[in-house]
């Protein structure tokens, strides 16, 4: 999330009210997760399991729980509660518009884009040209749609990333300040749910297709050309890559890769990483042809069983 000016280090610790380490004027371009940091962003850490990562990233402002070393070319803010002021920082940059209006003011339609009744348009929402927007359908506060995509009814563009910290009085979320992006010629079927960035941009790649009832988490980039098929659910910040396939039933665990031409048979259960143009299969999946030999290797066990007791 850039944020609307620079700002300078002193003035985002006026804001949280937290402590610095670093000249006053230190520049602070933005804010983000540490798996999409650039130079300019603060970025927050809370465990000591993830203090090196944090301090060793691109972001060059770490807001941590602990006084420490800090690195050369970098800023510390000093906060006891990271996940708290993280979220105050949200809340000011991007916080929550209500509307009154089934279709904001500002949100922007292009040329021969169909709206169905019942739909929600959010604040700053822009629909490119020759869109069809089925009914009952709710897109989000600064979503972004390109030409020629259509949308099916029930399926909600936007909504808060499923992140949270357990405390001792319930869980606590991390507010979302980022935005959906769907590129040009993407169909979504109905009932899908595309949740918002935390701080970045969830994105649908250009001539993507999802099937009815897929869910895809926050700040997950799907590429080009890449078919999706029913009840398939994508955890967060994974990156599918260009013509990848995952057929019904797929679920996928955050912070992975899908390569390239990556193909997943349904009821599939992926974990990992993948190989480009590979086929897999399974919970927890493998490579679909050594899964398929251990499954005809299984149906043996029986007649082997018999083989050995007639020895006897």
Known sequence: MLFPRPYTLKEIATLIDCKYIGKDNFPVLGMNEIHVVS????????????????????????????????????????????????????????????????????????????????????????????????????IYDDTIIGNNVTIHSGTVLGANAFYYKKREEGFDRLLSGGKVVIEDNVDIGAVCTIDRGVTNDTIIGEGSKLDNQVQIAHDTVIGKNCLIASQTGIAGCVIVEDNVTLWGQVGVKSGITIAKGTEIYAQSGLGFSTEENKTYFGSPASEARERFKQMAYIRKIPEILEKLKNKE
Request: aromatic share 8%; charged share 20%; with cysteine.
């Open 39 to 138: 130079s300019g962003d603060i970025v927050f850490v809370d465990h000591p399991k993830y203090y090196d990562k944090a301090l060793q990233s691109e972001a060059t402002v770490v807001l941590i729980n602990k006084d420490v070393e800090c690195p050369e070319g970098k800023a510390l803010l000093i906060s006891e509660d990271p996940f708290r002021d993280f979220n105050v920082l949200t809340n000011h940059f991007k916080p929550f518009l209500p509307s009154e209006l089934n279709i904001s003011n500002t949100a922007k339609i292009g040329k021969n884009t169909i709206i169905q009744p019942n739909c929600f348009i959010g604040n700053n929402v822009v629909i490119g040209n020759d869109c069809v927007i089925h009914s009952n359908i709710s």
